[in-house]
């Protein structure tokens, strides 16, 4: 009896053991950002309408505790405008990882963008889906740009990805 005992409470523990998540917790993601709109003291400009731009949100998040992680992003930028695309720029954008609870997350970016601009980004995500190996995101980033001698600039996007 003992023995049986013994075993169903190795068995036990053991799944908690192995359920449990080891902290620090390091995961890398990749995504695509589509700007939807910017607006500035001078003009509201429409993605899709006046130009086209997407972006490619690079990072690794590590996370102290389940509830809150740093995280690095490299973010490339390219637009089309009137035929003519190119990269416009290079963006550093580190930034504090908040757990939200029940998939959702966010994350307060500082922005140093080498077109000369920067500032701030707050970005709220919501994991849609969760397997072993990678996860499924979708995130509403709201960058507020200033500096290279243009007016300061608020801009609503969209951005979906892959967490592993």
Same mark, same amino acid.
């Given at each position: 009896?003992?023995?049986?005992?013994?075993?169903?409470?190795?068995?036990?523990?053991?799944?908690?053991?192995?359920?449990?998540?080891?902290?620090?917790? $390091?995961?890398?993601?990749?995504?695509?950002?589509?700007?939807?709109?910017?607006?500035?003291? /001078?003009?509201?400009?429409?993605?899709? =309408? /006046?130009?086209?731009?997407?972006?490619?949100?690079?990072?690794? #998040? $590590?996370?102290? #505790?389940?509830? $809150?992680?740093?995280?690095?992003?490299?973010?490339?930028?390219?637009? /089309?405008? #009137?035929?003519?695309?190119?990269?416009?720029?290079?963006?550093?954008?580190?930034?504090?990882?908040?757990?939200?609870?029940?998939?959702?997350?966010?994350?307060? =970016?500082?922005?140093? /963008?080498?077109?000369?601009?920067?500032?701030?980004?707050?970005?709220?995500?919501?994991?849609?889906?969760?397997? #072993?190996?990678?996860?499924?995101?979708?995130?509403?980033?709201?960058?507020?740009?200033?500096?290279?001698?243009?007016?300061?600039?608020?801009?609503?996007?969209?951005?979906?990805?892959?967490?592993?």
């Amino acid at each position: 009896m003992f023995r049986y005992t013994f075993l169903f409470l190795l068995l036990l523990f053991s799944s908690f053991t192995f359920s449990q998540t080891t902290y620090p917790k $390091i995961t890398g993601y990749f995504g695509i950002m589509h700007p939807i709109v910017t607006v500035s003291r /001078d003009e509201t400009a429409v993605n899709f =309408r /006046d130009y086209y731009a997407v972006s490619f949100p690079t990072g690794i #998040n $590590i996370w102290k #505790n389940s509830k $809150i992680g740093f995280s690095f992003e490299i973010v490339p930028n390219i637009k /089309d405008d #009137n035929g003519s695309s190119k990269t416009t720029s290079l963006l550093f954008h580190p930034g504090i990882l908040v757990a939200l609870g029940k998939g959702y997350s966010f994350a307060g =970016r500082v922005a140093f /963008d080498s077109n000369g601009r920067y500032g701030f980004t707050p970005v709220f995500n919501k994991t849609l889906i969760k397997t #072993n190996s990678v996860s499924y995101y979708a995130a509403v980033p709201l960058p507020i740009r200033f500096g290279n001698d243009h007016p300061a600039s608020f801009t609503a996007g969209f951005q979906f990805g892959i967490a592993f």
